[in-house]
């Protein structure tokens, strides 16, 4: 079975700094999709960013960013010059190739402070 | 907004009580899935429908059922309801079935009492 784990729970980083977050997942698939989704105060669940594991390189959207690392499973997102509206819970999660039962983390809770 | 809808937004409801959540998918959007965020489980992926034909199972249990009407939306059953029932219910839907980016609607907060 797949398994994501988000092994911080929770997260600050100063207004306009840079933060990590960390993703693990476990799988014997090869091909397979990885997601990070932001849930802010309003419960919304947003789509951040997508990255194909068949792709080597690391997908961006303006100040987010990953680092797939496919041989170490590890799935990191990157928020660059952080605003206030970044402050929210963060999901990785996995989807195998041709299959959408999605598996997400646990969450990371992401404070920025002014 | 990610243009899929959810009705009721709250719902309280007793113990051994029925409720059904509806979504309307995105213009255009084909597949509907559910998932289920709760405290303990944290979010898990229920249920998907394709074009009216369901496609994928998930943690659903026996007493949740669902549904996608010809013209598109779905619906959620929850019968039989328990304590631990209490969650938020999110519906997402994807143009295509397989494999493709999920949109994820606002939620249904349902609370059994």
């Known amino acids: 079975a797949q398994t994501v784990t988000q092994s911080q729970p929770e997260m600050s980083v100063q207004e306009a700094e840079t933060v990590t977050l960390s993703c693990t997942y476990d799988?014997?698939?090869?091909?397979?999709?990885l997601f990070w989704y932001k849930q802010p105060p309003s419960r919304q669940m947003i789509l951040v960013i997508r990255?194909?594991?068949?792709?080597?390189q690391n997908a961006t959207e303006n100040r987010f960013s990953v680092n797939f690392q496919k041989a170490a499973k590890s799935f990191s997102l990157k928020i660059s010059d952080s605003q206030l509206g970044d402050t929210a819970m963060y999901f990785c999660?996995?989807?195998?190739?041709?299959?959408?039962?999605?598996?997400f983390g646990a969450g990371t809770r992401l404070t920025v402070k002014p | 907004d990610s243009g899929v809808t959810q009705t009721p937004k709250h719902l309280i409801t007793a113990t051994g009580q029925r409720v059904t959540l509806r979504c309307s998918p995105r213009?255009?959007?084909?597949?509907v899935y559910w998932y289920q965020q709760s405290l303990d489980q944290g979010l898990q992926f229920l249920i998907q429908y394709y074009n009216g034909e369901e496609r994928a199972k998930g943690n659903i249990l026996e007493r949740f059922s669902a549904q996608q009407f010809p013209d598109l939306h779905s619906e959620l059953n929850l019968s039989s309801l328990e304590l631990g029932d209490s969650a938020l219910y999110f519906c997402a839907s994807s143009v295509w079935e397989l494999t493709d980016t999920q949109y994820f609607g606002p939620g249904t907060r349902l609370t059994v009492l």
């Open positions: 799988t014997s698939e090869s091909n397979y999709y």
């Open positions: 990255q194909e594991a068949y792709k080597q």
């Open positions: 999660a996995f989807m195998k190739y041709n299959n959408n039962d999605m598996r």
């Open positions: 213009s255009g959007d084909l597949s």
